[in-house]
């Protein structure tokens, strides 16, 4: 299938959504596109055609599916990692199983939503997520904090051991905690933006998570934040 691009503007922020379904594909663009504060600049309806312009594109946002029809959706975002390509990834889909949260959350997308989505809430859970925030569908925020309820006892982590956190990490998991985006932490912690992003990848390896949600909540029961 063809690439349909669109023309770029420096302001607003730079979307590449990826879904095989054309009249999916239009509804999101023309949802994101009614807020100025979002240009798509390109729309790809497989995989493979995507990953080859992204790096030409540099996105600031990839909304993308998981069953697209040449590769795995996942691969693509694992391969979005693997270039370093400073975006966020957010999974719009219709598999809610277990197996594809986990595998696209662990590949590297910052956000998951099941398809079905209002045009308004899609620009709200966009911006959260632009904001430092981890959009998840109800449903699948329940799946997590499933799987984290249901860690057998050799699976959790002793408890009061904060060694494994700097304590600059600890500062920023407490700042997250607060409700504070990742702009106002950075604020608050005098460093970049991009700083804490890393920070937080690293925070995720340590406490075996991957949302931010998931880290709050494992830091809390650790003791390691209130």
Do not use: W
């Not at 994101?32 to 979002?38: C, G, H, K, P, Q």
């Not at 500062?171 to 005098?190: K, P, R």
Request: charged share 25%; proline share 4%.
């Amino acid at each position: 299938m063809q690439a349909i691009e669109h023309q770029s503007s420096p302001k607003p922020t730079r979307v590449v959504v990826i879904e095989d379904d054309a009249a999916t594909r239009k509804m999101l663009v023309a949802a994101l596109e009614e807020d100025a504060d979002y240009n798509v600049v390109a729309e790809f309806g497989e995989g493979v055609a995507a990953l080859a312009s992204l790096k030409r594109i540099k996105p600031d946002l990839v909304l993308i599916d998981l069953g697209l029809p040449d590769i795995s959706g996942i691969q693509v975002i694992q391969e979005i990692g693997a270039t370093r390509l400073k975006c966020d990834v957010l999974v719009i889909t219709t598999f809610g199983d277990d197996q594809s949260i986990f595998s696209a959350l662990e590949a590297g997308a910052h956000g998951y939503l099941l398809k079905g989505v209002t045009a308004e809430e899609l620009r709200r859970d966009v911006r959260l997520l632009r904001d430092g925030g981890s959009p998840l569908s109800p449903s699948i925020a329940r799946k997590l904090l499933n799987k984290l309820n249901a860690k057998k006892p050799d699976q959790i982590a002793p408890l009061n051991k904060k060694s494994s956190l700097t304590p600059r990490e600890v500062e920023i998991l407490q700042f997250i905690g607060q409700g504070f985006s990742y702009n106002e932490t950075a604020a608050q912690c005098n460093i970049k933006n991009e700083t804490v992003h890393a920070h937080l990848k690293s925070i995720y390896r340590k406490l075996a998570v991957h949302s931010n949600m998931e880290a709050v909540y494992e830091a809390r029961r650790q003791n390691i934040i209130r």
